[in-house]
């Protein structure tokens, strides 16, 4: 029974290879033909520029967070968490004294700052976000091989946030949430530490995030939530 199988196993490869061999006697081409192929370098340009053009598509729904290490005028640039304090109550607003929960954390030298480990900071961004009414957004790693440093925990930014029509100054800073792992990690001033992605909504709601709704953090400056005292 074996040497059967092994016969007809050998017969179907010699068919196969015979059926697969087949136009032996085409013509050998030494270069490429042209045809099909861009005859100048107009006909260059246009089609790298169609690539860029849907390259451009996809890069639209990124942008890039960096953080201000520069601060207040004290030079607080964010606050770290206690790792030891009181229960918070979420529904008090504007109740808490800070300096019960974080500590003030100042620039150093070169508008640098170096994470200790296991510890959880408050920074916020350089830059001002501002969500059109047509899209959400969500801040993800920037490059997760930069090192040991997470930048997002609660990373959603609704539609309308940092968005008020005919206000001068549009956006509302970026409050991060960061902790490094291991081992210390050096941040300088404008170094980017996450992306926004954006997603295009379906349709624009009738709903936006901002004040007509009351939402507390439209155009924040500050980096404590709502229920610090300012």
């Not at 053009?53 to 207040?72: E, H, P, Y």
């Not at 790693?141 to 930069?146: I, K, L, N, Q």
């Not at 300088?188 to 004040?211: C, D, N, S, W």
Request: aromatic share 10%; glycine share 8%; proline share 5%.
């Amino acid at each position: 029974m074996k040497n059967i199988l092994t016969r007809y196993s050998l017969l179907l490869f010699c068919v196969v290879a015979a059926w697969s061999c087949t136009k032996l006697d085409e013509e050998v081409y030494s270069s490429i033909p042209a045809d099909g192929f861009f005859r100048n370098e107009a006909e260059v340009m246009t089609n790298v520029g169609r690539i860029y053009a849907q390259m451009r598509k996809i890069t639209n729904r990124f942008g890039a967070g960096s953080l201000d290490l520069v601060g207040t005028d004290d030079g607080r640039v964010g606050f770290r968490a206690k790792k030891n304090s009181q229960l918070l109550d979420l529904t008090k607003r504007d109740h808490y004294d800070p300096e019960d929960f974080w500590e003030p954390v100042h620039r150093e030298r070169g508008n640098r700052l170096v994470l200790e480990p296991e510890e959880f900071y408050l920074l916020i961004s350089k830059e001002r976000v501002r969500i059109p009414p047509g899209y959400s957004a969500e801040m993800t790693a920037y490059d997760p091989t930069s090192g040991e440093l997470r930048t997002h925990y609660a990373g959603f930014f609704d539609p309308g946030f940092g968005h008020t029509p005919g206000l001068a100054r549009q956006g509302s800073k970026a409050v991060m949430e960061v902790r490094a792992h291991d081992v210390p990690f050096m941040l300088q001033h404008g170094q980017r530490v996450a992306k926004m992605v954006f997603e295009k909504l379906a349709e624009e709601p009738t709903i936006l995030y901002g004040q007509d709704i009351g939402s507390s953090y439209q155009h924040q400056e500050r980096m404590l939530s709502k229920h610090f005292r300012a």
